[in-house]
């Protein structure tokens, strides 16, 4: 098992990494106060629920609250109903939510114990690649809106981060590559080393070997936790994260959130990136090519497919919630490792998108 | 008109008290960034928010949201009209909420602020004396729940309070001291020195007159803004500022919340929460005495009426959120202006109701 520390305005606390955490109570009961409720979702809960229920403490008031499952799920309705459990479980302010399962969980009974009470505390149990590497470290929570996903949120730090590894050989295989882009994501925006790591342990982690993986979700967590030390509440290098993420977005809503991962949208959007930071002149075409390359190591999509229509992409990009007059806000290369924060014209996007 | 600075670990604001500053936009306007959304109320907006209106600088681009007056608009229901009135106006993550109303505006508008796109700026602008000395500095907000008030919410600091004088004029008689009952509440647990100033100034005070209210506003929310530098979440000592609060919450719910207005509720709760202090021999009974005659200078009730059930009164007690395990945590009073918090034996409650 490996830890990382996260320090934040709002307190610090450990992220274990490492297999079968699950099974070691003596790892996560310490973080628990007052009355317990375990928010999962049907897929994960029939495959942890009873285990985690079977290590909490003799005598420890606990509940459980069993959601649909997918991304359709993270809405106010469902919000309302772990709020609801919590009132009808006559949860106090020294109650504790445990969010067992991916993004979607983490992020709804995050928001659920940040909005109760005006907060209580929330362990993250993070089950699938993505959730561990990303969603469940750093305090972002939400709900979607018909006008826009996580439109309705708070930063809420959890008390403890628990990524069982173990958990990860159960994921379908495009949920699991999902994950290992924004893996990728850290090597390219903050780290050349981590990414000749991934280059040479793709095969390693395309075969799910847990030392792998610890290793990779470990170092993926260390990025994570620097960058929300720096920068909580996202006014600056947070932003940096989104690498990827304003192509990718783009490509999601063109699809309708049905036909690519997150991840695998990220994949494409951050090969996109890399063209335009090349484009402006910032990144060399090696790296480019570098960037590529790794992504297809861990099978993961890198074209924009033949029948993606350019203009409405572009027109999707202009419409991002991060974007300020014309000009559209990205996150460029400089080099692989470094991350850049810029306004660019509309005509290099367009440029790109119409040559890819 | 004078100004206070509130000290918090999300930044530090000013709280501007004095007369017409409604009318002087050099005041807030400088707090506004991104597009506006004014929220206010029947009652309020009718009187104030073509005023506000007329004075935002030209150009900029503002909208407003009228909701209905009262507590029980303080809905789950009004809180995501906010929310889509600000996805409507494409409000983006630089936008501001001006709450413009009382306690009950500022909770929900202010609970919208903190949710929209993981939190915005808000703008308090109180306009009763209960809000102003009480509910607008601290960062509390939130919306009610059908089994609790307040139980949905988020600390949110405002990016400044505008608490202008004037706009107490209008305030219905039972409203305002209703307000006043906060005011004492600062004395009793924090400053003899306060209390007595109120005793030599009720007249004025009753009569509403700007300069002693300037004053009394002034210096409320100093002791608020000192409270809540020191204790931003409630963790240890904002709980003083629930002095009466106990008592006053549970004769609130045994009357329905109609026939108190908040502060009367906890002007009778001060004088209970006075009288268990004295049973349980932390207060001169002279204390007690002198709190009372404060109290009905300003004209507030401090009997609990014949009608009232005790037994009832001690059963919702006993579920009020703020008690653990059998005893009863209440804040009692170690002199006047000094405050402590105990847990007590449930017994002694018992015996302060029957004999009240």
């Known amino acids: 098992m490996k830890v990382s520390q996260v320090n934040t305005h709002s307190g610090r606390y450990p ?3 490492g297999e079968g955490l699950l099974e070691m109570p003596g790892i996560w009961q310490r973080h628990l106060t007052g009355r317990t409720l375990v928010v999962s979702d049907e897929n994960v809960a029939a495959l942890y629920l009873d285990k985690v229920g079977s290590l909490m403490a003799p005598g420890h008031r606990w509940q459980s609250l069993v959601l649909p499952a ?11 109903l772990v709020i609801d459990k919590l009132v009808d479980m006559r949860a106090q302010r020294d ?11 983490g992020d709804m009974a995050g928001f659920a114990a940040a909005s109760y009470m005006r907060g ?8 699938t690649l ?8 750093g305090g972002k929570t939400g709900i979607n809106h018909a006008a826009g996903k996580n439109l309705i ?21 495009r949920s699991y590559r999902a994950g290992l882009a924004e893996v990728v994501k850290y090597g390219a925006i903050r780290d050349e080393g981590f990414l000749a790591w991934l280059e040479n342990h793709a095969d390693a982690l395309n075969s799910r070997l847990p ?39 783009a490509l999601e809503t063109a699809t309708g959130y049905e036909r690519y991962h997150h991840g695998e949208a990220v994949a494409i959007g951050m090969v996109l990136a890399a063209r335009l930071s090349e484009l402006l002149g910032l990144l060399p075409a090696s790296d480019t090519r570098r960037l590529t390359a790794v992504l297809k190591l861990l099978e993961l999509p890198t074209a924009l497919p033949d029948d993606i229509n350019r203009d409405e992409l572009f027109r999707l990009m202009q419409l991002d919630k991060k974007n300020r007059d014309d000009r559209i806000r990205v996150v460029l290369l400089e080099k692989l490792g470094q991350a850049v924060i810029q306004t660019c ?5 367009r440029e790109v998108l119409q040559n890819s």
């Open 15 to 17: 992220v274990y990494t």
């Open 345 to 349: 014209p509309p005509d290099d996007i």
């Open 130 to 137: 993505l959730a561990q590497v990303d969603a469940a470290v």
């Open 70 to 80: 997918g991304e359709t799920a993270k809405t106010m309705t469902n919000w309302q």
């Open 211 to 249: 030392g792998a993986l610890t290793d990779a979700v470990h170092a993926s967590v260390n990025h994570k936790a620097e960058v929300v030390a720096a920068d909580e509440l996202e006014t600056g290098q947070r932003a940096l994260l989104n690498f990827g993420h304003t192509f990718g977005h």
């Open 95 to 105: 109650a504790t939510v445990i969010a067992l399962g991916g993004g979607v969980i």
């Open 120 to 127: 209580i505390s929330v362990l993250q149990m993070p089950t």
């Open 153 to 173: 949120g708070a930063f809420h730090q959890p008390v403890a981060v628990v990524a069982d590894i173990g958990t990860l050989a159960s994921l379908d295989e």
